[in-house]
């Protein structure tokens, strides 16, 4: 039986799609590759075993779903969010510390890994903010700037450099500098600790604030505020604030730079409007008309 040929893989393959999705199935087929490995057998990739690879490839072309990426949380998104919240006063407490970590991650691009811990197993467990990777400060403009050091990333998970991202203050209720200043001194905590804190009833001492907390009280108060809490997740505030930037032509390697993207995945964000779409047709029909008698 072992190693497992590839006519009999494609035999397994054909006969687990009747009753497997393809995402489960190709599960199936790496847990054969670990036992082959375990066992010290050969197992070659599935890109040179071409029986199997097409079998797999017609499995997810009848079955397959395609992807469906959650919605970017955009900045008339988080106007929505602060309007309702509001209503009744200002926003304080566990609310207020969601709310600014939202702002937080839009605005600096953030992967949810650099706004709160969560996956103590991950490869790059440990990337969250600190309380001392924050530093205030005043630009030669006057301007008010919060400088953020991201010592580890999904992208930088040995932690061979820092990257410092900046938030400038911009006055009113989404301001980040404003509403992480207020965050810090409201939840006092060591420099070690991490960023985001929520406070415990009864007075307990603050504690982290886990993924599970920030995305369960965020869709919350998306719900509250009448959105689709099922269409956003922790990732929809990296898109939005990706999308944003291209909206407003800042220009790609700034974007690139500043989300800490190695790679062209950062394309993705680039969602084109109608206006953006015509840009081209535009171009075009100037030029035939200068062709014109």
Request: hydrophobic content about 45%.
């Given at each position: 039986?072992?190693?497992?040929?590839?006519?009999?893989?494609?035999?397994?393959v054909?006969?687990?799609?009747?009753?497997?999705?393809?995402?489960?199935?190709?599960?199936?087929?790496?847990?054969?590759?670990?036992?082959?490995?375990?066992?010290?057998?050969p197992?070659?990739?599935?890109?040179?075993?071409?029986?199997?690879?097409w079998?797999?490839?017609?499995?997810?072309?009848?079955?397959?779903?395609?992807?469906?990426?959650?919605?970017?949380?955009?900045?008339?998104?988080?106007?929505?969010?602060?309007?309702?919240?509001?209503?009744?006063?200002?926003?304080?407490?566990?609310?207020?510390?969601?709310?600014?970590?939202?702002?937080?991650?839009?605005?600096?691009?953030?992967?949810?890994?650099n706004?709160?811990?969560?996956?103590?197993?991950?490869?790059?467990?440990?990337?969250?903010?600190?309380?001392?990777?924050?530093?205030?400060?005043?630009?030669a403009?006057?301007?008010?700037?919060?400088?953020?050091?991201?010592?580890?990333s999904?992208?930088?998970?040995?932690?061979?450099?820092a990257?410092?991202?900046?938030?400038?203050?911009i006055?009113?209720?989404?301001?980040?500098?404003?509403?992480?200043?207020?965050?810090?001194?409201?939840?006092?905590a060591?420099?070690?600790?991490?960023?985001?804190?929520?406070?415990?009833?009864?007075?307990?001492?603050p504690?982290?604030?886990?993924?599970?907390?920030?995305?369960?009280?965020?869709?919350?108060?998306?719900?509250?505020?009448?959105?689709?809490?099922?269409?956003?997740?922790?990732?929809?505030?990296?898109?939005?604030g990706?999308?944003?930037?291209?909206?407003?032509?800042?220009a790609?390697?700034?974007?690139?730079?500043?989300?800490d993207?190695?790679?062209?995945?950062?394309?993705?964000?680039?969602?084109?409007?109608?206006?953006?779409?015509?840009?081209?047709?535009?171009?075009?029909?100037?030029?035939?008309?200068?062709?014109?008698?």
């Amino acid at each position: 039986m072992f190693p497992a040929s590839d006519s009999a893989l494609q035999e397994f393959v054909a006969f687990q799609s009747q009753s497997c999705a393809y995402g489960t199935l190709k599960n199936y087929i790496y847990g054969v590759r670990e036992y082959h490995l375990a066992q010290g057998l050969p197992f070659a990739p599935l890109a040179e075993r071409v029986g199997v690879y097409w079998a797999l490839k017609g499995v997810r072309r009848v079955h397959g779903r395609p992807s469906q990426p959650k919605q970017a949380l955009t900045f008339e998104v988080l106007q929505q969010v602060h309007r309702h919240a509001t209503q009744h006063g200002p926003l304080e407490g566990d609310e207020h510390t969601v709310f600014t970590a939202m702002l937080v991650g839009m605005f600096g691009l953030l992967r949810k890994d650099n706004l709160c811990p969560g996956k103590t197993r991950a490869a790059h467990a440990g990337a969250h903010l600190r309380r001392g990777d924050v530093a205030f400060g005043t630009l030669a403009d006057g301007t008010k700037v919060a400088w953020l050091r991201l010592r580890r990333s999904k992208t930088n998970q040995f932690g061979e450099r820092a990257l410092l991202v900046p938030l400038l203050e911009i006055g009113g209720p989404l301001c980040p500098v404003t509403a992480l200043r207020k965050h810090m001194a409201d939840v006092v905590a060591p420099p070690d600790s991490p960023l985001f804190m929520a406070k415990p009833a009864g007075g307990r001492r603050p504690v982290a604030m886990t993924h599970r907390f920030f995305v369960a009280r965020m869709k919350r108060m998306l719900g509250a505020a009448g959105l689709e809490p099922a269409r956003f997740a922790g990732h929809s505030l990296r898109r939005g604030g990706a999308t944003l930037a291209f909206r407003l032509g800042c220009a790609r390697h700034l974007i690139q730079a500043h989300g800490d993207w190695l790679s062209d995945v950062v394309d993705r964000y680039n969602e084109m409007g109608p206006e953006a779409r015509l840009v081209l047709p535009r171009a075009l029909a100037r030029f035939v008309a200068t062709l014109r008698p």
